[in-house]
């Protein structure tokens, strides 16, 4: 992961952009760990544009992975960062509303429990 918020923020519009005009799923499953991994230091440690990217990518990562343990593993990893962001009153309203679409969608595609 990049030093640069900069780079970053345009890898994460080039994951956007991939997963958003590309079927990615075998590809996305041998590299989901790295991706968590990635969006969980963005979404931790970004600011503003960054963590709104990483909150878009993450519901089109749910969206690839499907309702399998796979997405239901990406989302229960990422789910309490997720929440922390959207409850974060210092966070920027773009990176909240970006995240409560993450948290609603995956929720919907790969939540486990009904809860």
Same mark, same amino acid.
Do not use: H, N
């Given at each position: 992961?990049?030093?640069?918020?900069?780079?970053?923020? &345009?890898?994460?519009?080039? %994951?956007?952009?991939? %997963?958003?005009?590309?079927?990615?799923?075998?590809?996305?499953?041998?590299?989901?760990?790295? %991706?968590?991994?990635?969006?969980?230091?963005? +979404?931790?440690?970004?600011?503003?544009?960054?963590?709104?990217?990483?909150?878009?990518? %993450?519901?089109? +990562?749910?969206?690839?992975?499907?309702?399998?343990?796979?997405?239901?593993?990406?989302?229960?990893?990422?789910?309490?960062?997720?929440?922390?962001?959207?409850?974060?009153?210092?966070?920027?309203?773009?990176?909240?509303?970006?995240?409560?679409?993450?948290?609603?969608?995956?929720?919907?595609?790969? &939540?486990?429990?009904?809860?």
């Amino acid at each position: 992961v990049s030093r640069s918020a900069k780079a970053r923020q &345009a890898a994460l519009q080039g %994951l956007r952009l991939a %997963l958003s005009s590309k079927t990615l799923s075998e590809f996305l499953l041998e590299r989901r760990l790295t %991706l968590t991994d990635s969006l969980e230091k963005c +979404l931790k440690k970004g600011k503003g544009e960054e963590q709104a990217l990483a909150g878009t990518v %993450l519901t089109l +990562l749910c969206l690839q992975m499907g309702s399998g343990p796979e997405g239901e593993e990406v989302f229960r990893s990422l789910k309490p960062l997720l929440v922390s962001v959207l409850t974060d009153s210092t966070a920027s309203p773009g990176a909240r509303q970006s995240c409560a679409t993450a948290l609603g969608m995956c929720c919907y595609i790969a &939540a486990a429990d009904l809860e």
